[in-house]
């Protein structure tokens, strides 16, 4: 049983710096108790009257201040400082090795854990990529990647945290905001790629993002809500680019060569043909 008590006592993680304090004051506490125990079994087996009793107990505090509460906290920094370097290998695992956001393996779980009633998922996706690396290559590409990745952390870091989630397509996974505030940030976000250069001066990189945005309850799976802003990313995408579009607004179909958008729901419909994979 009293081994039971000292590991409720001195089991207990260690997170923070106040969590080393305490830890250090429980460690205290244990040798203080122990050594009282001992001091007065001893001095009650061999009693030398009542000076003596509560000079040893003097000591046996002493002793215990000056060592036990010292050895706690070297002992609770130990834990913490192993207890952040697990958080950080844990961090670098879920993150991706070119942009250094969260990566998809982590998103769905993410998403579980947060207990807000509404959630915002956000889908940015950079615009006709595939050129990039073909005029540029592969090294320039990743650059170009690393500089856009950099962009949205900055714009809409505040949501909520981001993920890449594909080779040129972000989340951002948002709680405490409303549609419209969102919506707010993202089309600045997307004025800022119109205007920025990922190259450099010699040789400038255009780029432009669109983006979808889905609201989604508590009761919506991760699944259900990726399908939802992925349908409103294809609608941005599909409705002329750099733009965006919510999952909870009818899609508006249409065909785009170029930067033009050629056919909408408003024209009458173009003969079918094999939909082009999503850039």
């Not at 959630?119 to 170009?144: C, M, P, Q, T, W």
């Not at 669109?210 to 799976?221: D, F, K, L, M, P």
């Not at 409103?232 to 899609?251: F, M």
Request: glycine content about 6%; proline content about 3%.
């Amino acid at each position: 049983m009293y081994g039971e008590i000292l590991r409720t006592l001195l089991n207990r993680p260690v997170q923070s710096e106040r969590d080393v304090r305490i830890f250090a004051l429980r460690v205290a506490m244990v040798c203080f108790v122990l050594a009282m125990l001992a001091d007065t079994a001893l001095q009650l087996i061999a009693f030398h009257g009542w000076l003596n009793l509560f000079r040893g107990w003097a000591i046996t505090i002493f002793v215990v201040a000056l060592v036990a509460y010292p050895l706690g906290v070297y002992i609770g920094t130990t834990r913490l400082e192993h207890h952040r370097t697990k958080t950080k290998l844990n961090e670098q695992s879920l993150a991706d090795s070119l942009t250094g956001l969260r990566s998809r393996s982590s998103l769905p779980v993410d998403y579980d854990a947060i207990s807000d009633a509404s959630r915002l998922l956000i889908l940015v996706s950079i615009d006709r990529f595939k050129a990039v690396n073909e005029r540029y290559g592969h090294v320039v590409g990743d650059r170009v990647l690393i500089r856009a990745a950099r962009l949205i952390a900055e714009e809409l870091a505040n949501l909520g945290r981001i993920y890449r989630t594909d080779g040129t397509e972000f989340v951002v996974l948002a709680s405490g905001c409303t549609v419209a505030e969102a919506k707010t940030q993202v089309l600045a976000l997307l004025a800022r790629f119109e205007s920025s250069n990922f190259g450099t001066l010699e040789k400038p990189i255009s780029l432009t993002a669109s983006a979808g945005i889905a609201e989604v309850s508590q009761a919506t799976t991760f699944t259900q809500a990726f399908a939802a802003v992925d349908a409103a990313l294809d609608s941005a995408k599909a409705t002329g680019r750099s733009r965006v579009c919510l999952a909870s607004e009818p899609a508006t179909p249409g065909l785009v060569e170029g930067d033009e958008v050629v056919w909408n729901s408003d024209l009458p419909p173009l003969p079918k043909r094999g939909r082009a994979s999503r850039s």
